[in-house]
């Protein structure tokens, strides 16, 4: 049974740091990019970042590329998201997730996410 498992979320102020942690179990992700999504309140889930397996590839959402860092532990089956400069938009519940395709930009659909992590809130306070 997959298992993706988000930490690290909580309570920052503007400006402020978090770094997020998602624990794989339960398969072997080496046909997998691992990525982390983001919701809102009141708005669909968006993409934030992704790293292939290999960790030879990396990509950003172009609002948040000079802020987050995504980086991966292989030997833990861990992937970590770096959030520097915190924002009150960046007030989300970020999800982990297993991902087939790299369509950076495109609809969520195409993404071809097979497993979701249950999310772990942050909020930012202004």
């Known amino acids: 049974q997959v298992q993706l498992v988000e930490s690290g979320g909580g309570v920052v102020q503007a400006g402020g740091s978090l770094r997020l942690s998602c624990a794989a179990s339960?398969?072997?992700?080496?046909?997998?990019?691992m990525g982390w999504f983001r919701q809102a309140p009141g708005k669909e889930r968006e993409f934030v970042s992704v790293?292939?397996?290999?960790?030879?590839?990396?990509y950003y959402a172009d609002s948040m590329k000079a802020r987050f860092t995504i980086s991966r532990d292989k030997a833990k089956n861990t992937v970590y998201l770096q959030m520097n400069s915190l924002k009150p938009e960046d007030t989300a519940i970020y999800y982990c997730?297993?991902?087939?395709?790299?369509?950076?930009?495109?609809?969520?659909?195409?993404?071809?996410?097979?497993?979701w992590g249950k999310g772990t809130l942050v909020t930012v306070s202004s």
């Open positions: 997730a297993c991902l087939k395709y790299l369509p950076i930009g495109g609809p969520l659909e195409d993404y071809g996410v097979d497993y």
């Open positions: 339960g398969r072997t992700f080496s046909n997998y990019a």
């Open positions: 790293i292939t397996w290999s960790g030879g590839s990396i």
